[in-house]
């Protein structure tokens, strides 16, 4: 007597292995295509616009505030402790 065989003999099979999925690929590879040829003109248009955008995109991102946000996740190194001026700094160093 044989014994169906369990669900975790035979693992779900990843979509984009599969004949439907390569099927998917392929046709959204043709509309992005075929997107770009027609509308070419639309998209480079707007490149400026994009350009102008990304950069204050970036200082928000990249810079995040060039140190105006709490510091609570910064190491303290202890160079610049409060209350110390730099003259204490440099005769501490010697």
């Not at 003999?9 to 509309?31: E, I, Q």
């Not at 105006?68 to 204490?88: F, I, L, N, S």
Request: proline share 9%.
């Amino acid at each position: 007597m044989k014994h169906p065989a369990s669900p975790q003999a035979n693992p779900p099979r990843n979509l984009w292995r599969t004949r439907y999925g390569v099927g998917l690929m392929v046709m959204g590879a043709v509309a992005a295509f075929f997107l770009l040829a027609e509308h070419r003109a639309h998209i480079f248009g707007a490149w400026p616009f994009l350009l102008i955008l990304i950069c204050p995109l970036m200082h928000l991102f990249m810079h995040r505030g060039h140190g105006h946000h709490t510091g609570a996740d910064q190491p303290r190194t202890g160079a610049h402790e409060p209350g110390q001026t730099h003259q204490e700094n440099s005769h501490e160093s010697q």
